[in-house]
Structure formats: C-alpha cells, structure tokens
C-alpha cells in the first residue's frame, strides 16, 4: 500500500471538521477530549502496554485516574494476561466499542456519514446549554457541507 502524500490528505479535508466531530463524540459517549485522542493514539498502535499508555500520555494534561477509568468504562481490554513466568505483563487493546466509535469519526469527517440530529440520538440537540446551541448549529452546518 502507497503511503499517502501530504497534499492528498489536504484534498481530503479530513481536518475541517475535526473539533466539531471531536466535541460530538466526547459528549454522547461522555468522555474527555484528551481520553478521546489517546484512545485514538493507542487504536494505532493495536496492542500495547501499560508503559505504552503512559509513553502516550506525556502529550497531555495530568490525570492519575486516566488509565483505571478507561479500563472499568470498557474503552481498554485485556489483550493477553500475565502469566508470572513468561509474560511479565498485561498486554491491552482498545475495545470494539472503541474501535467501532473512531471508525465512526473518520466516517463523519470523510462524508460518508452524518452526525444524528434528532434529540434522541444526539444529546448535543436538546439545547441545553449554551454551548450545545452553538455545537448544534455547527453540526447542523457540518451535515450540509457537501465538500467534506
């Protein structure tokens, strides 16, 4: 496979949209940004370690609950478990309910699909805040732009 070149993924304007999908994601899965985009570091890495995770966190701000709250909400799974002889460690994978929400994100940003707007499937849609009004009408923006 041809490694893409810089100006071909700039065609593909996958970063014009990016904080709008980034912002969607976060609020209806109830994540962090920055646990969102470690998560998205470490789907590229496949399988990792626990040194792996703290090797991708240095890039972000400090959180000492990070890597217990990602593993209890189901983001990371145990890949391999230690056996005390020959493996010396856990090795993790991010979750197929991870996986299948950053497939969706590059779905978004590629235009092959649309954020919902319907209240009950995005709760960025009930208005609540203020912040949601505006996140709304970017959305809203975001789905009728057809050069995605």
Same mark, same amino acid.
């Given at each position: 496979?041809?490694?893409?070149?810089?100006?071909?993924?700039?065609?593909?304007?996958?970063?014009?949209?990016?904080?709008?999908?980034?912002?969607?994601?976060?609020?209806?899965?109830?994540?962090?940004?920055?646990?969102?985009?470690?998560?998205?570091?470490?789907?590229?890495?496949?399988?990792?370690?626990?040194?792996?995770?703290?090797?991708?966190?240095?890039?972000?701000?400090?959180?000492?609950?990070?890597?217990?709250? /990602?593993?209890? +909400?189901?983001?990371?799974?145990?890949? =391999?478990?230690?056996?005390?002889?020959?493996? !010396?460690?856990? @090795?993790? $994978?991010?979750?197929?309910?991870?996986?299948?929400?950053?497939?969706?994100?590059?779905?978004?940003? /590629?235009?092959? +699909?649309?954020?919902?707007?319907?209240? =009950?499937?995005?709760?960025?849609?009930?208005? !609540?805040?203020? @912040?949601? $009004?505006?996140?709304?009408?970017?959305?809203?923006?975001?789905?009728?732009?057809?050069?995605?």
């Amino acid at each position: 496979m041809r490694k893409p070149t810089a100006s071909e993924l700039k065609d593909l304007h996958l970063l014009k949209h990016y904080r709008i999908v980034r912002k969607w994601a976060c609020k209806t899965c109830n994540i962090k940004d920055a646990d969102l985009e470690l998560l998205i570091y470490l789907e590229a890495i496949d399988h990792f370690s626990k040194q792996d995770f703290k090797t991708g966190t240095y890039s972000y701000s400090w959180d000492n609950r990070r890597w217990n709250r /990602l593993l209890k +909400e189901g983001w990371i799974v145990v890949w =391999r478990k230690r056996n005390r002889t020959t493996q !010396k460690y856990n @090795i993790y $994978k991010v979750s197929f309910k991870c996986k299948q929400l950053i497939s969706r994100m590059y779905r978004i940003m /590629l235009g092959e +699909e649309d954020i919902p707007t319907t209240t =009950r499937s995005n709760i960025i849609m009930k208005k !609540k805040t203020y @912040i949601d $009004k505006v996140l709304s009408h970017s959305i809203l923006n975001l789905n009728n732009d057809k050069n995605r």
